[in-house]
């Protein structure tokens, strides 16, 4: 579902720490179906802020979605085509808010030029990326602050066989 009232647009850093509760709270609050309070005490131990953070977002192409000029989500993309960080606050999650994110990055990443698309997924943005089409090369066992969490390593291809097969047909 396409949320029409919620704007996507760029980064500013004086939204950092507000990006940094959406983390915290997407992680502690909206990722309970899938891991355990320790896992997500591991995870998100504090509220991401401060110049690192603000660094983090900076050092990407990070795209924030706002609602009544509000943050209600964000995601990051570097040049490499990795998309370090996807999370939408748990109040507005499965509204179409993380699929309008992602069809901004992909759009983005077209543009770059950019053939693949790589993330490590957590379960939660693993359905919204199968659905736009990405593909789990392994499931994966991570360690943070002594406790075992899974995720995804996921990739979309963004370069079009189907183009290449043609230009090369049509040279014959």
Partial sequence: MQNSSVEIGGFEASEADQLGVIFFDAVRDGATEFYSLEQRQ????????????????????TLVARKAGLPVGFMTLDSDGYIDLAFVAPGYQRQGIGGSLYARIEALAREANIACLHSQASYLVRGLFEQQGWEVVREQQIELAGVTLTNFL???????????????????
Avoid: F, N, Y
């Fill in 154 to 172: 996921m990739e979309k291809r963004l370069d079009d066989p189907v183009k290449r097969t043609d230009v090369a047909v049509d040279s014959e």
């Fill in 42 to 61: 591991a995870w998100a131990s504090k509220t991401p802020s401060g110049p690192s953070w603000v660094s983090r977002l900076a050092a990407q192409k």
